[in-house]
C-alpha cells in the first residue's frame, strides 16, 4: 500500500512538472527622453530592457542615442506627430514628400534605432494615407513600429499590418495622472493585463514619479510571474497582431485609455 502511494505521488509530481506554465510578458518604454542628462541617467539605470523612446528635436538626442545602445538598451525614434510642432513634426496636409523629409531628418538626429513611435499625434495616426507611406518606409528601413495610441480613430497598426511591417500597440498609459499611487495602479493593471492576455506594452515618462515606482518594482515583476522583455521580443511573442482589447481591422480601444499626455 505504501508503495502504491509513493508511486501515486511520484506520478502526480511528474504531471505537475510536465505542465506548462502560462507566460506573461510585459514591455515598457520610456518617451521623450534626450531632454535632461539627469532624467536620461536615472532612465537608462532602470533594470532590464527597458526601451528608450528618443525625441528628435532636443539638445542630447544624439548623443544618449549613442549612451543607450553602448549601453544595450533597445533605442527607437520618438517621432512627433500632430499636435506636436517642431521641425521634424508631421502635420495632417503636409505633403507626403515633406513628410518623408521630416522623417529622413528625424532619424538621422537618433542614431542606432530599430523602431519608431509616435509623439502626440492623434490627429496624424487617424490619416491613413500618411500611416500608409510611413509603414512602406518603416518596411523599407526593417524598422517596426509602436503605436502609442493617442487616439481612438489611429489607423497606423492596421496600416501596418497590411504592409507586413512588425508593430506593436500600446496597452496602458503609465503616467497620465501623475503620482507615485497612480503610476504604481497602472503598473499593476499592466501585470493584471499581462497575465490575462499573455503580454502588455507600457508608456511612461521620465517624470521622477515614474522612475521612483519603476525602481521600486522593476525588480518585483518575476515574483509576479512576470517576465520583462525586449521590444523586438514583445513582436516575436505577439506575432504582429494586435491584442484583444484593440480592434484588428480599425483600432478603436476604449478612450479612457487611450487619452493622456505623451
Not at 181 to 205: D, F, P, T, W, Y
Amino acid at each position: 500500500m505504501r508503495y502504491l502511494l509513493c508511486l501515486l505521488f511520484c506520478l502526480m509530481a511528474g504531471v505537475a512538472q510536465a505542465a506548462p506554465a502560462g507566460k506573461a510578458y510585459m514591455s515598457i518604454i520610456i518617451d521623450d527622453l534626450g531632454q535632461s542628462s539627469e532624467r536620461d541617467s536615472r532612465t537608462l539605470a532602470l533594470p532590464g530592457p527597458v526601451t528608450m523612446a528618443i525625441m528628435p528635436d532636443i539638445p542630447h538626442a544624439t548623443t544618449f542615442a549613442r549612451q543607450a545602445h553602448k549601453a544595450g538598451k533597445t533605442v527607437i525614434l520618438h517621432m512627433p506627430m500632430d499636435p506636436a510642432t517642431g521641425p521634424y513634426a508631421w502635420h495632417p496636409g503636409t505633403p507626403l514628400p515633406e513628410l518623408a523629409r521630416r522623417l529622413d531628418a528625424a532619424l538621422a538626429q537618433v542614431p542606432w534605432v530599430v523602431g519608431i513611435n509616435n509623439h502626440m499625434g492623434s490627429r496624424m495616426t487617424a490619416e491613413p494615407e500618411a500611416m500608409a507611406m510611413l509603414m512602406a518606409d518603416l518596411q523599407r528601413r526593417h524598422l517596426f513600429f509602436v503605436d502609442s495610441r493617442t487616439s481612438a480613430a489611429t489607423v497606423a497598426a492596421f496600416q501596418a499590418q497590411a504592409q507586413g511591417v512588425a508593430q506593436v500597440s500600446r496597452d496602458v498609459f503609465l503616467d497620465n495622472i501623475r503620482t507615485t499611487e497612480a503610476i504604481g495602479n497602472e503598473l499593476q493593471l499592466g501585470v493584471e493585463l499581462a497575465r490575462k492576455q499573455g503580454s502588455a506594452v507600457l508608456i511612461g515618462h521620465p517624470y521622477p514619479q515614474t522612475l521612483e515606482v519603476l525602481e521600486r518594482e522593476l525588480p518585483r515583476l518575476k515574483r509576479q510571474g512576470i517576465e520583462l522583455i525586449g521590444l523586438e521580443q514583445m513582436i516575436a511573442e505577439r506575432g504582429n497582431q494586435t491584442m484583444p482589447a484593440h480592434a484588428r481591422h480599425h483600432p478603436k480601444a476604449p478612450v479612457d485609455r487611450l487619452t493622456g499626455k505623451e
